[in-house]
């Protein structure tokens, strides 16, 4: 959720509205996979690109959101005093479940499967962690309204999709929204000469038999606070 | 023998002419957790610009400044256990390990609960200990929960400091696990953490069914559970003071205030302290831990570092205030400020004098954003280590519209080796001293974190 919503952030930032109505909204059950990829020319003539996966689960009170590990990928390192005091605060492999409440707000949690464990951090502590509490944001990847202040492309685009355009005196971010879906299947930002590029590719798929976040009995509760040392 | 003694007591006096004897009455410990000079520098420079100055650094003149060295009894970089161990107890002990003989071994707890062997190590006085044996009120307030290493090293003894439970019951006066040492009990202990003090069924986190804060007060003590709550107590007629604000860890400083939230600021706590402590003829030890810097800095956000450092500052300016009040000239009460380890943060080159400390380095005769190989611009402060080091750095925007801004409130600054946490660092910290006639002066040179235990007991002429 780090790298992944800061990426959305940083393409959005730039003009952030006021969230549509996200205590009303119900997203449609949907499961995908989202591709990120960057690639960078930088003045040393050395190009850098960079490529993750992540799965996307959500329904109408819940998004699930975890990294998937091509085969080969090698083992994960803990940290040395990992079993001291020192507490793993790297959640980069740990599932982000950002859920509704009660009174409709967004709350996020970390789920570690390795150790049975769901970290639930306070709701100050939730920017610091890379969510910025947007129910808008987690659920349909962007702020929706974001995309009326942007320019029609008239670049072919699936059925029910239509590419929007912003473009600055540097950079550009383009957005291939899908309104069935409601989520992008793609959002493209970059500058203008061609330096850097960034992607990220959001592919349906087939619905889990079991919503990840029914699947965690047994899970132990830990706060957030208690892993600082 | 008497005359054995008295020239004994003569040759060290002539070996030593600063040597304190005793001038302090009372004696505030003031720790900054993580707090090292460059945390003290950014803050000067973010509060009262490059030409300014902290409260802590006007301490008698900025004259009494010493250096302390904080390895561990077996690590180069220490964590807050031993560290703040050594200098309440003058004993160099292992890492994870509160208040306890050098050969004591960390034994990782169950959950919140001890597993420490009975034969493991054995307790080592504190010094907040001694000063009760002498009469004195005692106290510890922190930003973190009391039964954090560095509060507990001041009231407790364990082989591991995560074992919060049996921390806590160790303040419990008179109850299974109780740390006699301590007398009558704390007279003050203030902070968050109240999990600890309450039994499961109750919200808590204990695993033996008892709820300390009801034992406590039955005990005499009062209880606040909020900012308001301890503005509504009376100083002056509490003698037993019991302070638990939050579940866990109190607010940083910046969401406390940002979210009008209701917990007192360490100025709150450390004021109504010395109002309760201060009471006592036979005078006072308080301890005053600014504990959330050091989270602020394993999370690189420097921001919130810089706030919760400018807060424990404004709380040492109003206990210094304070206590001139209660004691003109401070002729009785020594007040110390230090920190317990280093960061890895540090402060970039070559950026103009006047600009912003959190933002990105700004050449000094250009006024332009300095650039690294790539062209890309980069903040003045930055870590050895921490969470964000990105695949590809990128230009950075000195704005607070997002997380990605780095004026933003959640900016995490930039960190040369990856890792989920920052790491604490190695390098020696600051120590300032002021108050207590002679016994402040003694605090000077490069001295290992042991030796500052032997110098507040000398200033109490224990
Ligand atoms: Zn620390």
Redesign the interface.
Known sequence: M?EFM?II??IF??A?LPALASAASQPQQLSAIMTFE?K?L???GVE?Q?RFQERFIRDGRNVWTVRLLPAGTPPHVH?AGD??????????LAAKWIALDAQQKAQLKFVRQETKTIITP?T?EF??L?F?GSWEHAAYLLDRSALQQMRVLSKPAPAGCQWYERSGDKLYTRVLWDQAWQLPRQIETGSLDGL?FNRISIERRPMPATMPWRTLAGYRAV?Y??L?? | MKKTLLAALFVSAFAQPSLAAGEAKNVIFFLGDGMGPATVTAARIYKYKEEGELNMEKLDGKTRTARVKTFSNDAQTTDSAPSMSAYMTGVKMNNEVISMSPDTKPTKPNGKDSACAANNGKPVDTILELAKAKGKAVGAVTTTTVTHATPAATYAHICHRDAENAIAAQAAVGGLGYNSKLGDGLDVLMGGGWQFFRPTGASGVRTDGRDLIAELQAKGYTYAASGSQLAAVDGKNTSKLLGLFNKSHLSYELDRVKGKLDEPSLKDMTLKAIEVLAKKPEGFFLMVEGGRIDHALHGTNAKKVLDDTIAFDDAIKAALDEMQKRDPGLKNTLIVVTADHDHTMTINGYGKRGSNILGTVKDYKTGAESKDVNGNNYTTLVFGNGPNRKPVRSNLLEGDADKSQVLHDDYQQETGVRLGSETHGGGDVMLFATGAGVASKTFKGTIDNTKVFSLLKSAYGF
């Open positions: 780090i800061s952030r940083a930032g730039l952030l960057s960078v930088s003045s040393e850098k960079t940290q079993h001291q005091h020192k507490h793993d605060t790297n959640f980069v306070r100050e920017a610091g890379g910025d850097s706060a606070e208690d600082l040392d």
